[in-house]
């Protein structure tokens, strides 16, 4: 599974810690080791993941990211590409998709969020409205209701890092999606395989119903197989 946009790698290393095969990619190299590309997200978006949860930047589709441009202090044109690239990303030849971003115009200029998720409902006792766009995958679940509504994010003070702290996807939000989405994502590809070796066993009954003769006649210039998938062809 692909984990767009994240450079933390805390979703990345939540269904990991599931045995998922995921990897995140962003711009940006990831805060911690793990599997990560390093470039546009496009580049590797048709390379046949089952899932995909993306966390474009909200910098020009965010509530107060709006506001700036409104008041025409902003390129307009910023807010349009950033709703171009969220449009790839939920349209990508991907089965499962989450596509996660604060309120904005995403919901008035692509389509309305699936649900609206809180930390506090993972965990965290601290308010930020999540808007989950979802392609084939359920409503997220809340795992652990707890007290405490404190704006934590909305009121950070000014540093250097605090664009990132923001965007910090919350650890307890990362293991409802790894357990939850996890599970059918695991299922699906479970289906997949059985079917597959259901498929290569027929292959070989099909195979070995016949007579020696029939069975070299199948396989007229194979000699030798160097190992599975590779064979060494008698071209004489």
Request: proline letters at 7%; a neutral charge; glycine letters at 6%.
């Amino acid at each position: 599974m692909l984990v767009a946009c994240e450079f933390s790698g805390i979703v990345r290393d939540a269904f990991r810690a599931k045995g998922h095969d995921a990897w995140s990619c962003d711009l940006l190299p990831t805060d911690r080791p793990g599997p990560h590309y390093q470039g546009n997200v496009l580049d590797i978006i048709e390379d046949s993941w089952d899932l995909m949860i993306a966390h474009p930047p909200c910098t020009y589709l965010s509530r107060s990211g709006i506001h700036w441009t409104t008041r025409g202090l902003r390129d307009p044109a910023l807010t349009e590409d950033a709703l171009e690239f969220v449009h790839k990303l939920m349209v990508a030849p991907i089965e499962r998709v989450c596509v996660e971003n604060p309120i904005g115009c995403i919901s008035t200029r692509i389509r309305r969020p699936n649900q609206i998720i809180q930390p506090w409902q993972f965990g965290h006792g601290e308010t930020k409205a999540t808007c989950l766009w979802l392609k084939n995958l359920p409503n997220l679940e809340p795992t652990n209701i707890v007290a405490g509504r404190k704006a934590r994010v909305s009121k950070m003070a000014p540093s250097p890092d605090r664009w990132k702290l923001r965007s910090t996807t919350y650890q307890g939000v990362a293991d409802g999606m790894a357990s939850q989405w996890g599970a059918i994502s695991g299922n699906e590809s479970a289906k997949v395989l059985t079917a597959r070796k259901m498929q290569a066993w027929q292959a070989v009954r099909d195979w070995l119903d016949g007579s020696p003769e029939q069975w070299q006649a199948r396989m007229p210039k194979v000699t030798r197989m160097v190992r599975p998938g590779i064979v060494i062809e008698d071209d004489e």
